[in-house]
DNA sequence: CGATGATGTTACTACAAGTAGGTTACCGAT
DNA sequence: ATCGGTAACCTACTTGTAGTAACATCATCG
């Protein structure tokens, strides 16, 4: 209909009239592409949520058109899921960066808490996404993400094997379930408390967690 | 326009031709309606989750239009808000409930830990509405929602009050963050694993929460 | 140069959220 | 008994967004 704008967009490859601000849309390779959309695309769905972002402004943030979206991720969903994880592979780097220095489990454990609140302080968007990315989940592509979501777990399924190996294995799952519970609640607590420090919040688990379950997890295996 | 259509409509209220399945539209009082409502739409939610579900889909299934709908909430977003408050008031009236019944602090814990458990098993669809309402309120009707959820945590909360008076006030409500995050993943994983007794995954988090925090939480108390 | 494939675009369809304005059934008062 | 008046309800529409088909353009290598 309004030809002034596409005849405008079209001009754009060339050198602009000169006054314009040049938004240039460059052509470019598709890793690089994808990992601009990724970064667009984590940012509004983190601002506006899943449902009330849409494609077409993504593809406008982005200075691509949106059947270009399509052909990277196939469907809205699957564009969430790529922010998804990509914000969970960062995560998971950092966390098992943190543990690869430590001297026992304990201090493992300690030192990948505070790398879990530190990347939650500064990746807040990240964050907002990883803790919602249950919700829209139902039916589709969850088992996938699922999967990744597990294997956050893992890390911690691994640290009470270490632990507490003569305990049985459906206990063990439920503390690291419980575990990673808490740091995901205690993490959205963080998000309205500035004040509250990454490695005062690792301790807070800590305290309440891990001590008790040294006591408890010591006292099975005696029982046992 | 079309009055053909308007017609044969016309025609539901009468009784039919005789072998049609009586789709009979009856009118209801506005309470009665709106909890029908209430029921469909959170089956609905639970099993295809929020996106996915139609409101054409959900006035057909309650036998009336879709103005209804509006009508009685307001929006999509407003109807979804309507079963989540129904939810959590149902787990919040189990829980309390069991609660009172209670000799002490720690058996005031245990007994609200397994009413919670109970809940989610036996009503899996709200749960599942529960345990992703955060998803979807980046913006619009959080607070309230929110402010709702808070409430689940201010029971945690008085039962620390009660249990550690000395103890700071944050780290007090950290406490019950972490408990209440501990419980939340602790259902979802119960949901792959009838074998999981609810009384069995109260004691899982008493064992791994409580019994530390109380170590803890004594110790402060006498430090301070 | 010119073919070939990757990157990109316009212009559409289909479907779902939300709304304007009119209709019908119930209920209480005359 | 019947006749307003109102609460419950509907049809038919607009608007907006996910997703797609078919076409255009840039780059690169023989």
Redesign the pocket.
Known sequence: ?V?LI?DS??LN?VTATGNEQAPV??????AE?ERQMLTVAEEIFAARGFVA????EIAERV??????L??YF????GLLIGTIRQARAELRRSTEEAVLGAIDIEDALRKGLVAFFEFITSHRQSWSLLRNEGALMANSAGSEVEQTRQQQTNLMTALMQGFAPTVDEKSREAAAEILVGACERLATWCEHRDEVTPVQAAEYIMRACWYGMLAEFRGDAQNA
């Open positions: 209909m030809d596409a967009r079209r490859p849309r460059k052509r470019m390779p598709r592409r972002t849409s494609m077409d200075g691509v058109s949106k059947p270009m399509y052909e196939g469907s809205k969903e």
